[in-house]
Structure formats: structure tokens, C-alpha cells
């Protein structure tokens, strides 16, 4: 079975907790602190894999999860880090929050490899607090969480040119003629139940990549029919072919299959709809000579709107080669520029954003605060406070948080202490 879109939980490794310890040494008086720190969480990471054509791999297991990083020991010991988690993908795969459905990231061009959850930073040991005044610290920073979100994956294929049309009007036929793809064909509706792609070789020209698109219907953009799963395919594509049953041998109008095909194209994505377009009049070589001509038809119709008809045959191969370098002069044309979709959600975005609780408490001395809680536990884990930037976030999120009002509210000096897991900062206006 053709697997193109797969749903799972991807989640990166909990960075280690520092260690708290202390030298214990014959005739070596007060040690000191020497907890080591935590291991940093393993990461998630997407992979363009060129073997891989179809997301089959994700459609048994569901949850995905790197290692944790493990706890700092004695000794100025540092936690090992957890092992990163590869998920390779096939190119053309784009990875979407499933929430919201805003893009992550797309395995495709330049990007084959993009970190998706950063694993957690490892916690500090007690041996980094030890001061003139502190000099027994009986505290570590705790290992940054782990990241977890629910993904979808959905397989666009990278293709020069999209084959559309309704089923059985010689899509797969055509595809077969022009490259060395090999699909399925039979007298079936929705025989074709994967996108295939082909490559064309042209004599004296650079070839191009075609997609056959599974056959679309009236409504597939509603959801009726199969072709509705395989829209999302074309999206990359610059030129489409619109194959049509010129002999009408199933009864249908092919003036009318055009627009209604095309008004399903508009219904999906307009930008797709706009995007130029060649009418292939298939099937030439069953035309019965009695009755208006259904090519005359077609050029009349749809040539004024600056779309070429050309009649053609797959199953012999009349008229292919014309439209076939015609498709390539459109190509080239057209600027050669990758369809990428550009990234819409950062997962570092949220960490912080949750309506996580915190308390303020003054402790009995009257100039020192303890704020704790689990928004200040993520925040400073996942905060580099030694730099400027890291910094300046810090007091943002202070102020931002309301926790700056808190403290003030709760009677806070200038030049008192506030302490948050194992950090101690003076307040000053």
C-alpha cells in the first residue's frame, strides 16, 4: 500500500539533573561541592533518505523518542548524553504541527537535515554555586524537559510536470510512452492508486520529471472519489498536462472534463489553477470521422485562453513528441525555482508560552524571595543566562509573566535577593 501521509509523537530526550555531592577525602578538610553535571536529552532529526519513496515506515509505530540524558555524578562527573533519534524520510516530505497545521519543516532542496525538537540541556551541579558566601550548596539545576509534539508527515512529490485529467482517459498510457516508468494499466477506473513519476528524455534538451496524478473527478477538492488523497502531489509542480478523452468514449465532454477538472484545481489551491497548461486530446486514433470534430472543439474553446491543444495518441505515440517540447519551452520559460514551504511553527516557540503555575514567597529574613514553580523550572532550563541575550529574555519573561509585579506587590527592596533554583539575583529597579 501507498503510504503518503502518516500521523506520530516525536519527542526529544530530558536533559540529565546536575548532581549534588561532596569531597570526601582523607585529611582533606571541607571538600567542597564536586556534583557534575547532567548529560544533555537526545534530538529529533528529519533525514532525506534517496531510497525512500513513501512514508511506509511510520504507518506500524507511532511514537518516536530520543534518549534522556543521564544524571551528573560525584567527582566533577558529567551525565552521559542521550543518543539523538534519526527518522529519515523521502525527499518531498514536509512535516506539520498537527495541531495547528502550520509547516515545521520541509525535507526538500538544500534542506536534508533539519533538527526538529532539541533533546534538553543538562542540568548544572552543585560544584557551579559555590561562592564566598555559599559555600556548601546543597542545590543542582534540574535537566532541561523533554519536547514532545504530535507531527503530521505528508509526502509531496517533486516533479517538473503534473499529469491531471479524469481516470481512464490515458494518463498512465502516456507516462509509459514518454519514460521509463512502468504503472499499472487497465480499463479500470482508479487503477492508478499512486502518483508516478517518470523522467523524459528529450533529443537535444534537458528532460524533465512528470508526476501521473491518480485521476480526479467532479468534487475530489470535497472529497469525493479517490483523487482527492493525490492533490496535494501537483503542488509542486510548474507546468500541468491536461490529458482528455477526445473520442469520448465514455460518454463525457471533453470541453467540459477541462473545467470541471480545473475548477477542482482552483477549489484546492487557485495559485495550482494558474499555473500553465497544455490539453493533451488523447485517444485521436479511435475518433470516429462522422460528427463535429472534437480537436476543432477544443482549440476553438481554449486556445483564445492561451492554452495549446494538441491531439495526440499514447498508445501509439502520434502527436507526442510536439507536445512533449512544447511542455520543455514552457519550462524553460518559466524560472527554474524549487516550490518550498516555508517554515510557519518553531516548537522553542511554545516552551515558555504554556500557562504553567509559580509561587512568590518571602522568606523570614525580609530581603529574600523564593520564586518557584514549574514556569520558572522551564524557563531557566531552557535559558542561557551567562549570555547577554539569554539574559535580557529573562528579565522579558520576568516582567512579561507579571512575576516582576509579583515580587513588587509582595514588598520588594531594592538590593534584596531572589533566589530561583539554585540562581540568586539582586533586585534592582
Do not use: W
Not at 542521550?82 to 532542496?109: F, N
Not at 463535429?292 to 492561451?306: A, S, T, V
Not at 529574613?365 to 523550572?377: L, S
Request: charged share 30%; net charge negative; aromatic share 8%.
Amino acid at each position: 500500500m501507498f503510504a503518503d501521509r502518516a500521523k506520530i509523537v516525536i519527542r526529544s530526550g530530558k536533559g540529565g539533573d546536575g548532581h549534588v555531592s561532596f569531597r570526601r577525602e582523607l585529611f582533606v578538610p571541607n571538600g567542597g561541592p564536586d556534583g557534575g553535571d547532567g548529560g544533555r536529552g537526545g534530538d529529533v532529526i528529519f533525514e532525506v533518505d534517496e531510497g525512500l519513496n513513501t512514508l511506509n515506515e511510520f504507518r506500524h509505530k507511532r511514537k518516536y523518542a530520543a534518549e534522556n540524558g543521564e544524571q551528573g555524578g560525584k567527582k566533577r562527573c558529567h551525565g552521559a548524553d542521550g543518543k539523538d533519534i534519526t527518522l529519515r524520510v523521502p525527499e518531498g516530505t514536509v512535516v506539520y504541527e498537527a495541531e495547528s497545521g502550520k509547516v515545521i519543516a520541509d525535507m526538500s532542496g538544500e534542506n536534508r537535515r533539519q533538527v526538529i525538537l532539541k533533546g534538553g540541556r543538562g542540568g548544572k551541579g552543585n560544584m557551579h554555586y559555590a561562592t564566598a558566601t555559599m559555600q556548601v550548596p546543597k542545590y543542582a539545576q534540574p535537566g532541561q524537559p523533554a519536547q514532545e509534539l504530535e507531527v503530521r508527515l505528508e509526502l509531496k512529490v517533486i516533479a517538473d510536470v503534473g499529469l491531471v485529467g479524469y481516470p481512464n482517459v490515458g494518463k498512465s498510457t502516456f507516462l509509459s510512452r514518454v519514460t521509463n516508468a512502468q504503472p499499472k494499466i487497465a480499463n479500470y477506473h482508479f487503477t492508478t492508486l499512486t502518483p508516478n513519476l517518470g523522467v523524459v528524455d528529450l533529443e537535444g534538451a534537458d528532460g524533465f520529471v512528470i508526476a501521473d496524478i491518480p485521476g480526479l473527478i467532479e468534487g475530489a477538492s470535497e472529497g469525493v472519489g479517490l483523487g482527492h488523497q493525490f492533490l496535494r502531489h501537483i503542488e509542486r509542480t510548474r507546468v500541468m498536462i491536461h490529458i482528455v478523452d477526445a473520442a469520448s468514449t465514455e460518454g463525457r465532454d471533453p470541453v467540459d472534463d477541462v473545467y470541471k477538472i480545473n475548477a477542482e484545481l482552483k477549489a484546492y489551491n487557485a495559485d495550482i489553477a494558474s499555473r500553465p497548461q497544455v490539453i493533451a486530446a488523447n485517444k485521436v486514433d479511435v475518433i470516429y470521422p462522422d460528427g463535429e470534430d472534437p480537436i476543432q472543439r477544443l482549440k476553438d474553446e481554449f486556445e483564445p485562453q492561451g492554452v495549446k491543444v494538441f491531439p495526440i495518441s499514447a498508445v501509439t505515440g502520434k502527436g507526442v513528441k510536439e507536445l512533449l517540447y512544447h511542455v520543455k519551452s514552457l519550462l524553460d520559460s518559466i524560472e527554474k525555482k524549487q516550490i518550498v514551504f516555508e517554515q510557519e511553527f518553531f516548537p522553542e516557540d511554545v516552551l515558555i508560552a504554556e500557562n504553567l503555575p509559580y509561587t512568590v514567597e518571602k522568606l523570614d529574613d525580609g530581603h529574600t524571595y523564593v520564586v518557584e514553580g514549574p514556569k520558572i523550572e522551564k524557563m531557566l532550563g531552557y535559558t542561557n543566562l551567562d549570555s547577554e541575550k539569554g539574559f535580557a529574555f529573562f528579565q522579558k519573561f520576568l516582567k512579561d509573566g507579571g512575576i516582576l509585579e509579583e515580587l513588587e506587590q509582595a514588598g520588594i527592596e531594592e538590593g534584596d535577593t531572589v533566589r530561583m533554583y539554585g540562581f540568586e539575583f539582586d533586585y534592582y529597579k
